[in-house]
């Protein structure tokens, strides 16, 4: 199992912007060069968190990105759903159904990650003392 570099980088950016706070945007080329990126790859990722409604953005020469009101409730699965959609990581192939026993057990310990990826927030990683990007 495995996502996307862009839900990486999602949350990575993410967790800078909140690091940052919300005084004032930050720019994408600042958010690029953080992360060794295209600023053009991120702002396409950036348009996705803005469609989600995590983040907002600002034009003009003081322009950028920040986050929005209530950051604190974003959780890992929330960035990672706006990336990567919420399609269940698990399609039986044979098609057998709910009562298929192989879909059962992983559809299972899905549900268990995405609860925990759900408890996670950007805000309490950010409390921790040593964050590095």
């Not at 057990?105 to 990683?125: D, S």
Request: proline letters at 2%; aromatic letters at 6%; hydrophobic letters at 45%.
């Amino acid at each position: 199992m495995k996502y996307s570099k862009a839900t990486n980088y999602a949350l990575h950016t993410m967790l800078f912007l909140v690091a940052a706070g919300q005084s004032k945007p930050v720019g994408v080329q600042q958010l690029a060069e953080q992360q060794n990126l295209s600023p053009t790859y991120l702002s396409k990722i950036l348009t996705k968190l803005v469609k989600a409604g995590m983040i907002e953005s600002a034009s003009g020469a003081n322009g950028g990105y920040r986050l929005k009101r209530n950051w604190e409730n974003i959780s890992f699965l929330d960035i990672i759903h706006a990336i990567e959609g919420a399609a269940s990581l698990f399609d039986c192939s044979l098609d057998h159904g709910p009562q298929c026993a192989i879909q059962q057990v992983v559809l299972a310990a899905e549900a268990q990650m995405e609860q925990h990826l759900r408890n996670q927030t950007m805000a309490e990683l950010v409390q921790r003392k040593k964050i590095i990007f």
